[in-house]
């Protein structure tokens, strides 16, 4: 089973910086997509980035020029670097990755999630 630990939310004013990580642990698997979603109160959860192995990267139009998703492959871990936050970013931050873990003769596909962070933008 893959693990997704997340870090680095917290509370920030208007037009501040903060950078979110989340790095997957287990045995045996291999990560292909890798993303960040965000869920605010009463709303639904939706993308805000996404990265593939290879780098290539997709944003939600509402964080385009503001938020750079990245990620290292040799530590399992991608990461948000968000950039003149707005109040309407307000939301927990969930980590998302996707890929193949190792069953007991071949390997079988997995998405797993990450518990969620926090990040609160004061206007």
């Known amino acids: 089973q893959v693990q997704l630990v997340e870090s680095g939310g917290g509370l920030v004013q208007a037009g501040g910086s903060l950078r979110l990580s989340c790095t997957a642990s287990g045995n045996g698997f291999r990560l292909n997509a890798m993303g960040w979603y965000r869920q605010a109160p009463g709303k639904q959860r939706d993308l805000v980035a996404s990265?593939?192995?290879?780098?290539?990267?997709n944003y939600a139009y509402s964080v385009k020029g503001r938020f750079t998703i990245s990620r290292d492959n040799a530590k399992n871990t991608v990461y948000l670097q968000m950039s003149s936050l707005k109040s309407e970013d307000t939301a927990v931050y969930y980590c998302?990755?996707?890929?193949?873990?190792?069953?007991?003769?071949?390997?079988?596909?997995?998405?797993?999630w990450g518990q969620g962070t926090q990040v609160t933008v004061s206007s």
């Open positions: 998302n990755a996707e890929g193949q873990s190792m069953g007991s003769i071949m390997w079988v596909p997995f998405r797993s």
């Open positions: 990265i593939t192995r290879g780098d290539n990267t």
